[in-house]
C-alpha cells in the first residue's frame, strides 16, 4: 500500500514561516508529480504548488513569490517552504502525489491525511 506522510504544519503568527513534508511509502515504481493543495473552512480546494519529477514548478498565484516547493526524488519527498504567511494562508495541506506503483501500468493519485496551518494575525 502506498502511503503518504506529511508533518510541519502547526500554528504561526502572520509574518512567520512554515516548512512542510511529506513523503510516501510503499511500492511506488515512478513519480510524476507531488503537488500541496490545501482547503480552508467553507472554501474549495485549491491547488497550492506542484513540481514535477524533471524539476518544473506551478504555484497559485496567491502564494508566488512567498512558497517554494521542493523535492527529493531519491526519498519519494516533497517539501514546502512558506514565508511571509497570511491569515488567509490558514487551512488544512495536503500533498499530493501523482505516481505508479509497482506492477501498475496507469498513473493513480495519492493524498496524505493533512496537516492543519494556521496563521494568526
Do not use: H
Not at 42 to 70: C, H, M, P
Not at 92 to 115: E, H
Amino acid at each position: 500500500q502506498v502511503q503518504l506522510v506529511e508533518s510541519g504544519g502547526g500554528l504561526v503568527q502572520a509574518g512567520g514561516s512554515l516548512r512542510l513534508s511529506c513523503a510516501a511509502s510503499g511500492r511506488i515504481a515512478d513519480i510524476n508529480t507531488m503537488a500541496w493543495y490545501r482547503q480552508a473552512p467553507g472554501k474549495e480546494r485549491e491547488l497550492v504548488a506542484a513540481i514535477t519529477s524533471a524539476g518544473n514548478t506551478q504555484y497559485a498565484d496567491s502564494v508566488k513569490g512567498r512558497f517554494t516547493v521542493s523535492s527529493e526524488n531519491a526519498k519519494s519527498t516533497v517539501y514546502l517552504q512558506m514565508n511571509s504567511l497570511k491569515p488567509e494562508d490558514t487551512a488544512v495541506y495536503y500533498c499530493n502525489f501523482k505516481a505508479r506503483p509497482l506492477a501498475i501500468v496507469d498513473w493513480r493519485n495519492y493524498w496524505g491525511k493533512g496537516t492543519l496551518v494556521s496563521v494568526s494575525s
